[in-house]
């Protein structure tokens, strides 16, 4: 690769994490402040925290169906996914991040973010008990360090913290963070072998129908078996600001997919997944300042675990992928 291209490629790489980074940073200020705000006179708290991925599946959608429009342009003779192919893991995909964001209403974003970066734990359990994978033992040594890190974070918090809290229950909370691993780890496994079975679909085709599926589930959620989309639409009538909020934080995540979509196509999923991790310490960092949500020595001893764990674990799995296969003998 010459010295034009290496430059080439590293200018697109410093913006797709500039974009990553951009939108997630921003995203999680304003997600965290729709959890502990209190909105108009009343003092009202947004309810709705389970269903902004809902609302942020729709936007995504449109955002996707608009750049495939513009820009996809199918070959004729080839086999492409069919749409029918995403509804399984957008089945998981709902449930999932729903409660995720359900869980601010019981713990602190740092602690959710850090329990949600514990992802490596379940893949390893279901990929030894379901498919028999075997690990080295430096891998079990990170996961064994994010448990323990997750855990030492969530033994004690600063009561600045879990004041503003709509209902302090850190075992419910990180309970909730579990589901939506546990289901996380299906859709992606499910996205992969899709991707397997349909090798000229495109990350953006997957965006699109990935959203389609999701936000068609929500609906009879939101609109038939409860009357949660009515109430969401009259509180954002009624407080702008929440409003304004719920736009910001949908339109942060149609942006960001995109940037993480453009980061896999080009420089794989290794790289994705070290930008995106790194990134989630920025996110408590962030929290940290901006919202001024101190965390104990205890706490950021915990922080710098769990990240020790993810990175090192990042590290051994580039170094695995990046060995030349052994040649048969």
Not at 16 to 36: D, K, N, P
Not at 121 to 140: F, T
Not at 146 to 173: D, E, H, R
Request: glycine share 8%.
């Amino acid at each position: 690769m010459g010295a034009p291209t290496r430059l080439k490629s590293t200018v697109i790489l410093l913006f797709c994490v500039a974009g990553i980074y951009g939108s997630y940073l921003t995203q999680g200020v304003v997600q965290e402040a729709l959890s502990t705000k209190q909105f108009g006179a009343d003092g009202a708290r947004f309810a709705y925290l389970s269903s902004l991925n809902a609302v942020q599946c729709w936007v995504c959608f449109l955002w996707a169906a608009l750049l495939l429009v513009c820009f996809d342009k199918r070959e004729p003779g080839v086999e492409y996914p069919p749409i029918t192919a995403y509804w399984r893991p957008a089945v998981t995909n709902c449930v999932g991040p729903a409660c995720g964001l359900h869980a601010l209403k019981y713990i602190s974003y740092p602690a959710q973010v850090l329990a949600k970066s514990s992802k490596l734990i379940p893949v390893m359990l279901m990929g030894s008990v379901l498919h028999g994978k075997r690990y080295s033992m430096l891998e079990y040594v990170c996961c064994l360090a994010i448990s323990a890190g997750v855990g030492l974070f969530g033994m004690k918090s600063s009561s600045k913290v879990t004041g503003k809290l709509a209902s302090p229950n850190a075992p419910l909370g990180y309970t909730l963070c579990l589901i939506n691993l546990v289901l996380d780890g299906y859709t992606n496994a499910a996205q992969d072998e899709i991707h397997k079975r349909h090798k000229h679909g495109s990350a953006l085709q997957m965006m699109c129908w990935m959203n389609f599926w999701c936000g068609l589930y929500y609906l009879p959620i939101l609109f038939v078996f409860s009357n949660v989309g009515a109430e969401l639409a009259t509180f954002c009538l009624q407080h702008p600001e929440a409003a304004y909020d719920v736009l910001l934080f949908c339109l942060c995540g149609a942006v960001g997919q995109l940037f993480i979509f453009a980061t896999i196509k080009r420089f794989g999923s290794l790289l994705n997944t070290l930008v995106t991790t790194t990134r989630k310490f920025f996110n408590i960092l962030l929290s940290v300042m901006w919202n001024a949500n101190p965390l104990l020595p205890q706490q950021w001893a915990a922080v710098l675990l769990v990240f020790t764990g993810l990175l090192v674990s990042s590290w051994t799995k580039s170094r695995r992928h990046a060995a030349p296969p052994k040649k048969a003998q």
